[in-house]
């Protein structure tokens, strides 16, 4: 072929090449602008002044949904005909999950984990930017809506439920070796469906109601709340006495039904007035009182306070929820030292002391897992809509307040209590399961006054291989409750909830 024939074709090779690093280049901008106002500038606009852009985006497009561990939904976004907002959110298990999911609302805004995993539901983080900007070049509808999933089982939060029934207080349980909540169950609760109607002043006046309720439902008492724990704080006072060389097992307490505290003529009563003494293990599994408000005072201030706050009274309880509250044993504590009968009270949970239930929870496990205490949480993953995971929990250890020793000695201690002890009538599991155990009767009520008290039981099981952590606290709001004991009302609760875990692992 002659060189006038090849020409030509040269020429529109050369053509061809050209358009090709154009179209190159025409592609890198594209990607460039997508990736700039899509990902980089996202944050910088919807921070901007007077933009409710962002706000409202997230009713024009599915949120993603809120799906426990064993595959329920919790909460979901659903179509509306209102075209200003075509998505509602919707919680299909009503109050259940109440106090995790919180709500999500346009006019009344979010809580709890709809509001700190926003930004992922709605799928406006850069990495989920990132993946939408590669499927609109790639010609297919960008979703980028992620999902939550829990670590709570939907099968122990019915559990929890049910047991506790119409009675004001809360059910936790714990996985011992990770500090994942497997249940987390307070009442009251509330309907977050309501919260967010679409008939503003319905959701309103709702709302209204639920911050002008003395028992302040839109408040989790496993978690925001704290109370008096009465003899479930003989689990610190031991702990510490044990640690610090201030008692041993063998120690022997003479049998007396008062004791007389230093500088006051006011003596210390064990509950019911009984008679009570013995050994270690005697005092414990009968939860005598004036064994443990010696101890406190034998320690003294200062000990005692270092002791309990190695434990994590006086710092918030750790956990992926928003406002969770603190445990203490009074603001006083620097002038015990003048007021050694409010020491010898806090020894055994009376006076100022008021503990979290989900600290009780964490110290629990604590003991089961050797005295290595973990921080607590309830989401597990977080993903994608592609089902990629953005965010995976790992175990996370707060504490170590006490060594293997003293652990495997309060192990022994609250296993009596479970046998032979103040829990024995009630927390007996189904097929033999081993269980250890502490009760406490937090009395609210003064000298002459009717009487009034919180019902408490901790607990975990088995004994030989710990799996699961149980607290239960009941609030002192009626006679019937008042008038029993932790291991006779919240006993059986626990017992429950502990049957249902370890019915599904059979």
């Known amino acids: 072929m002659s060189d006038e024939r090849r020409a030509p074709t040269r020429g529109m090779n050369r053509s061809i090449r050209q358009l090709g690093v154009g179209f190159v280049v025409l592609y890198v901008v594209l990607f460039g602008a997508l990736l700039y106002w899509q990902v980089i500038s996202t944050?910088?606009?919807?921070?901007?002044?007077?933009?409710?852009?962002?706000?409202?985006?997230?009713?024009?497009?599915?949120?993603?949904?809120?799906?426990?561990?064993?595959?329920?939904?919790?909460?979901?976004?659903?179509?509306?005909?209102?075209?200003?907002?075509?998505?509602?959110?919707?919680?299909?298990?009503?109050?259940?999950?109440?106090?995790?999911?919180?709500?999500?609302?346009?006019?009344?805004?979010?809580?709890?984990?709809?509001?700190?995993?926003?930004?992922?539901?709605?799928?406006?983080?850069?990495?989920?930017?990132?993946?939408?900007?590669?499927?609109?070049?790639?010609?297919?509808?960008?979703?980028?809506?992620?999902?939550?999933?829990?670590?709570?089982?939907?099968?122990?939060?019915?559990?929890?439920?049910?047991?506790?029934?119409?009675?004001?207080?809360?059910?936790?349980?714990?996985?011992?070796?990770?500090?994942?909540?497997?249940?987390?169950?307070?009442?009251?609760?509330?309907?977050?469906?309501?919260?967010?109607?679409?008939?503003?002043?319905?959701?309103?006046?709702?709302?209204?109601?639920?911050?002008?309720?003395?028992?302040?439902?839109?408040?989790?008492?496993?978690?925001?709340?704290?109370?008096?724990?009465?003899?479930?704080?003989?689990?610190?006072?031991?702990s510490i006495a044990l640690a610090n060389g201030t008692t041993t097992l063998d120690r022997v307490w003479p049998d007396e039904a008062t004791w007389l505290p230093p500088q006051t003529n006011d003596p210390i009563e064990n509950y019911g007035g009984s008679v009570c003494g013995g050994n270690l293990t005697e005092v414990f599994r009968r939860s005598c009182n004036i064994p443990f408000a010696q101890l406190a005072v034998e320690m003294g201030p200062d000990p005692f306070n270092l002791g309990v706050s190695a434990w994590g009274v006086g710092t918030p309880v750790p956990i992926d929820l928003p406002r969770a509250a603190t445990s203490t044993i009074g603001d006083d504590v620097d002038t015990l030292g003048d007021n050694l009968p409010l020491l010898a009270m806090r020894g055994f949970g009376q006076n100022e002391v008021q503990l979290v239930p989900l600290h009780l929870a964490l110290i629990t496990?604590?003991?089961?897992?050797?005295?290595?205490?973990?921080?607590?949480?309830?989401?597990?993953?977080?993903?994608?809509?592609?089902?990629?995971?953005?965010?995976?929990?790992?175990?996370?250890?707060?504490?170590?307040?006490?060594?293997?020793?003293?652990?495997?000695?309060?192990?022994?201690?609250?296993?009596?209590?479970?046998?032979?002890?103040?829990?024995?009538?009630?927390?007996?599991?189904?097929?033999?399961?081993?269980?250890?155990?502490?009760?406490?009767?937090?009395?609210?009520?003064?000298?002459?006054?009717?009487?009034?008290?919180h019902a408490w039981i901790t607990a975990f099981a088995p004994v030989e291989s710990p799996r699961y952590a149980v607290t239960v606290m009941v609030k002192g709001t009626t006679d019937e409750i008042s008038a029993s004991t932790g291991g006779r009302l919240a006993g059986p609760i626990a017992k429950a909830v502990l049957d249902a875990a370890f019915a599904r692992d059979n």
């Open 365 to 453: 496990a604590g003991i089961a897992n050797g005295g290595i205490m973990h921080e607590a949480f309830v989401v597990d993953e977080v993903r994608n809509h592609s089902g990629g995971v953005l965010y995976a929990a790992e175990p996370t250890i707060w504490r170590q307040p006490i060594g293997s020793d003293v652990a495997a000695t309060m192990v022994a201690l609250m296993t009596e209590v479970a046998t032979s002890g103040t829990a024995s009538c009630c927390i007996g599991l189904n097929n033999g399961i081993t269980v250890a155990a502490k009760t406490g009767t937090a009395q609210l009520n003064g000298p002459g006054e009717p009487e009034r008290s």
């Open 43 to 238: 944050e910088r606009l919807a921070s901007e002044e007077g933009n409710n852009r962002a706000l409202l985006r997230q009713y024009e497009r599915p949120r993603g949904e809120i799906v426990t561990s064993d595959g329920i939904v919790v909460a979901r976004s659903i179509a509306t005909l209102n075209s200003d907002s075509p998505y509602q959110r919707s919680y299909p298990e009503g109050e259940l999950y109440a106090h995790l999911t919180g709500y999500m609302t346009l006019r009344l805004g979010s809580t709890q984990l709809e509001r700190l995993w926003s930004d992922e539901l709605t799928g406006d983080t850069a990495a989920q930017q990132l993946l939408a900007v590669g499927e609109l070049i790639g010609g297919r509808v960008a979703d980028t809506s992620g999902s939550v999933h829990l670590t709570i089982r939907n099968d122990l939060q019915r559990a929890a439920r049910e047991a506790l029934g119409d009675r004001e207080g809360s059910v936790i349980v714990l996985d011992v070796q990770t500090g994942a909540a497997l249940a987390m169950w307070s009442w009251p609760s509330f309907d977050p469906n309501i919260v967010v109607d679409p008939d503003y002043e319905t959701a309103y006046a709702y709302l209204d109601s639920l911050y002008e309720d003395d028992r302040d439902p839109l408040l989790a008492n496993s978690y925001q709340q704290r109370y008096m724990p009465g003899s479930t704080m003989k689990l610190l006072t031991t």
